[in-house]
């Protein structure tokens, strides 16, 4: 193997272990809750906040750790990153007070931000652009990996050590992940960095209080909707508007706005938020359909569920060397397309095959899911100019982002309501079919979007 080939691999490893790094910290939380609700005496309300808090500083940071990347320098700001996570996980394992846990958590997620979005920016730079599809696949597996990995390796952290454990974990890895990002990945040449203007701190602020209110309202009381949510989400068009104006106005701004203007991008992000939202619904309604119609305990549900996750890691790389070879455009299609049989199958085959009915399209969900994803990403990625590739990955991530946690509210809602709307036993079934009738119509859309922009 030679030195060049060497290189290629631990680049992949060490961007590979930046998204692995993140995405595990957002799943094995939530299976600690139980045990930090009695360790600190607290409410699940209150301890809830120990992943919210993580969840919403990614949500709010991303964009614009991304642009900052592409001013300051993309390395230089991922090894910053490595290093504040590392910190952070530090602070997380000897928190001796709940609050002290969350304010380190968020402290770990603006890391985690930075670490998600300059991975992403850094595959196009840094390995040869016939080989970025592969690249993208990887980064799409270490995602499921991580959160297909954290209630297991979560729960026998906790088990056997203590719940401080399963922060503690991430110290090793993320000084590796640092020593390989440090040895391994070049600095940006000048062709690439981007002119140095000054941050857009007031954009910034604003697009981080508009993505903070809406992550707020649609995550917080997600069985009914109240007058605050409903207050948060004026906020959040508020702060858009005001946000818009000054972007509009700026000579620095954080986002472009003609950006939008190119199909490609905004088709992109758009199509990104739409099938997240889709893959949020099998992540929210699965575990009460399979409760209630084929009286599943916690053990098999989470058997069955980890199916989504274990097929997006085992197809993400197979995906990606699909997009290599016959391009981002027909495969981003593809992806759609499966997705879309898997979405219609349930709707239409619940109810007769028994557990395979379910299952399968889960599988053609999420194996679809993946290609789309290793696809959608390449093409954006590669249609830019190199200058702004943090900023784009950021957006990427935000767009993800925005799709988990609008499908988590909203598909969680139609389910609800679907589903008691007979007066005498509740319609799992039917809640179920009409919540995949909704998730269909939305990949409809996806592919609409898709073909106007080919």
Known sequence: MTSENIKSYAILVALGLSILLSSLSTSIANV??????????????????????????????IVSVGRLGDLIGRRRLLLFGLMTFTIASVLCAIASDLWFLIAARALQGAAAATMMALAMAMVAGALPKERTGSAMG???????????????????????????????????????TWLLVYCYLPAESQSEKQPRLAFDFVGSLLLAFSLG????????????????????LLMTLTGLAMFVRVQSRSTAPLIELSLFRQPELS?????????????????????????????????????????????????????????DRFGATIMCSVGLV???????????????????????????????????Q???????????????????????????????I??????????????????????TLGGLRITFAVATGLIILALFIQVRRT
Do not use: K
């Open 32 to 61: 600690a809750l139980p045990n930090l609700a009695q360790n600190f005496h607290a409410s699940m309300q209150e301890v809830q906040w120990v992943v919210l808090a993580y969840l919403l500083t990614i949500t709010t940071l």
């Open 138 to 176: 990887l980064l799409g597996s270490m995602s499921a990996v991580g959160t297909a990995l954290g209630p297991v390796v979560g729960g026998f952290l906790i088990g056997g050590v203590g719940w401080q454990a399963i922060f503690a974990i991430n110290i090793p890895f993320a000084l590796l």
């Open 213 to 232: 209110t809406y992550a707020l309202a649609m995550t917080l009381g997600r069985s009914s909707f109240q007058s605050t949510n409903a207050a948060l």
């Open 267 to 323: 088709g992109g992000f758009a199509m990104s938020a739409l099938v997240t939202t889709v893959v949020m619904a099998t992540l929210v309604v699965g575990p009460f359909y399979l409760a209630e119609a084929f009286n599943l305990d916690t053990a098999h549900i989470g058997l069955v569920m980890s199916s989504g996750p274990i097929v997006a890691a085992v197809t993400g790389l197979p995906a990606g060397r699909l997009v």
């Open 338 to 372: 499966v997705m879309f049989v898997g979405s219609a199958s349930v709707v239409m085959l619940a109810g007769h095959f028994g557990l395979a009915a379910y299952i399968a399209p889960l599988v053609l969900m999420t194996a679809g899911y993946a290609l789309f």
């Open 374 to 404: 290793a696809a959608n990403n390449a093409a954006v990625m590669s249609s830019i100019d190199v200058g702004q590739r943090g900023l784009i990955a950021g957006m990427l991530n935000l767009a993800r982002n925005l799709g988990l």
């Open 406 to 427: 609008t499908g988590a509210s909203l598909m969680g809602r139609i389910f609800a309501i679907s589903s008691a709307s007979h007066t005498l036993t509740p319609d």
